[in-house]
């Protein structure tokens, strides 16, 4: 038996016959994991061999694209379709019940109706998350801030392809001054 240093000198080569190749020398895998600028989980790819065995291999993020893994991943792809299908009808239901919901929200205003600040989009959110409505401030689509009093429609991007619609009111605050005390004094601390 020739000794070695405690490495198999072919063991890479050997290991790269085994490889499906096609015609330009690249090997053919199934990538189990997303790979920035290569593919989704699912995809099955061509790349080079150093690529494939010092880096995709040895980090669990593909696999040798055999017959029997592409129809494993066609039979997963199927049931990700209805996930994603009984998603979007869940989706789709929520727009309707924003479509019939509205929202108040309280801002400080001079006499003429124009605020002091503004509603943004965060706001909106706020003011849904009360109403049991999970809203991320990025999904509320405003044309600019809300900078008077009044109603306002404003849509709710919740897919790609699904929009809702909810209706705001900016209405003025109601202060202590305006709101409870009879001449508009509030009462000493005492």
Known sequence: MPK??????HRRTSR???????????IELLLVQPVEHLGKQG???LVKPGYALNYLLPHGLATVAT????????????????????RLAGLRSL????????????ANANDEGHLYGSVGAADIANAL????????????????????LGLYTVKVHLAAEIEGEVK???????????????????????
Request: net charge positive; hydrophobic share 35%.
């Open 16 to 26: 790269l016959k085994r490889m499906p190749k096609v015609a330009s020398g690249a």
């Open 67 to 86: 017959d029997h893994h592409k129809r494993m991943v066609d039979k997963h792809r199927s049931k990700l379709a209805e996930i994603e299908k009984a």
């Open 95 to 106: 727009a309707d019940e924003l479509g019939r919901q509205s929202v108040t929200i309280e």
């Open 43 to 45: 995809d099955v790819v």
């Open 168 to 190: 705001v009111w900016v209405v003025p605050s109601v202060t202590a001054d305006e709101g409870g005390q009879p001449g508009g004094e509030t009462p000493a601390a005492g």
């Open 129 to 148: 998350k009360r109403s049991k409505f999970t809203i991320a401030a990025d999904q509320v689509r405003l044309k600019g801030p809300l900078k008077e």
């Open 4 to 9: 070695t240093n405690g490495k198999t000198p």
